[in-house]
């Protein structure tokens, strides 16, 4: 279990993190969500022990970061921002000190390499000097020295920044597929990446923490989430907007576009929880209009990153 107790820090006056506090458990990926400068980065500097907290502190596996660094660094992995790895040496040479450092030894240390290397697709570019790698193969090593010695506790800040789709997929699959024997801790700025790997979202600005939730929970704080979406063929949209008003449990409806093949609107419910889309139905087919397409929305992460960061 990772265990962030109010962790804030000061850079002079300016309170860069403030009194971020929560758990998380084996299982668990967590997206940390927040714009430029909101503090993420700083908060996983302090939870890997790479900077002190001003205040509070992280507890890995058990292990105080502030009091018992050593222990607690053994039991994690951190990919940091921007890929900081030696651009001198060999992509084989540079794993091979990082296993070392790790206080693995022979054959076992031999096998951890090599098994890295093939597990994050690295084979082709073994004995490459890392300098003259791309950015995106640069990340990759950056990644294999981070899952290197199998932490418990996976800490990456921005692990797809700069990739390129195909990458970003490989990524993705990588760190689906380790999450079940670990607890991991990623930040992005990319929202479709949240949905695609995170159990768990943390939307941090400010330095404070704003929301926490599954991302299905946040979507539901869309102001869209419950509306209902239709599209029909030519249509009277007086009429027609006057029958969906009229809808027990309807509070507006929008017409999204009118033109002579096509006319389509949403319905906003009265509260997020008033299912609408039955008695909807059941107007319409009384009313005997051409509904073309119907669906419920379920809100985005977008809207809802926007609403709570701007
Ligand atoms: N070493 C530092 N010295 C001074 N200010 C810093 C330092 N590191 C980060 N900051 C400031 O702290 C704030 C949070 O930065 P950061 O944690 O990097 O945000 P994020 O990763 O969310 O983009 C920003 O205003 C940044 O300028
Ligand atoms: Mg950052």
Do not use: W
């Not at 294999?144 to 195909?166: F, K, R, V």
């Not at 209009?289 to 926007?306: A, I, N, P, W």
């Amino acid at each position: 279990m990772i265990e962030v107790q109010h962790l804030t820090k000061f850079f002079g006056s300016k309170r860069a993190v403030d009194d971020i506090s929560f758990t998380l458990e084996k299982g668990e990926i967590l997206g940390f969500l927040g714009p430029n400068g909101a503090g993420k980065s700083t908060t996983m500097r302090m939870i890997t022990g790479f900077m002190p907290p001003s205040g509070g502190t992280a507890v890995i596996g058990g292990h105080d970061i502030r009091r018992d660094s050593l222990e607690a660094r053994r039991k994690l992995g951190y990919l940091p921002e921007n890929a900081p790895v030696y651009p001198d040496m060999s992509v084989f040479d540079y794993l091979d000190f990082c296993a070392e450092i790790r206080g693995f030894t022979g054959a076992d240390r031999k096998k951890r390499v090599g098994d890295t290397i093939d597990k994050c697709f690295l084979g082709g570019v073994r004995h490459q000097t890392i300098g003259t790698l791309s950015k995106g193969y640069k990340q990759r090593v950056c990644f294999a020295q981070s899952i290197l010695h199998d932490p418990e506790y996976l800490i990456m800040d921005e692990p797809t920044d700069g990739l390129d789709p195909n990458q970003k997929h490989e990524v993705r699959l990588m760190i689906r597929e380790m999450s079940a024997e670990k607890a991991i801790i990623l930040s992005t700025h990319i929202l479709d990446e949240v949905d695609a790997v995170c159990t768990r979202a943390i939307i941090i600005a400010e330095g404070r923490i704003q929301a926490d939730d599954t991302p299905a929970g946040l979507r539901t704080r869309s102001p869209y989430h419950g509306a209902v979406s239709l599209t029909f063929g030519p249509t009277d949209s007086g009429k027609l907007m006057s029958t969906l008003r009229s809808v027990e449990g309807v509070k507006n409806t929008i017409l999204i576009d009118e033109s002579r093949s096509e006319v389509s609107v949403r319905v906003l419910p009265r509260t997020r929880e008033t299912l609408i889309a039955d008695r909807i139905m059941a107007a319409l087919s009384r009313d005997r209009y051409d509904l073309k397409s119907m669906y419920v929305e379920q809100g985005r992460l977008d809207e809802v990153f926007r609403n709570i960061t701007m």
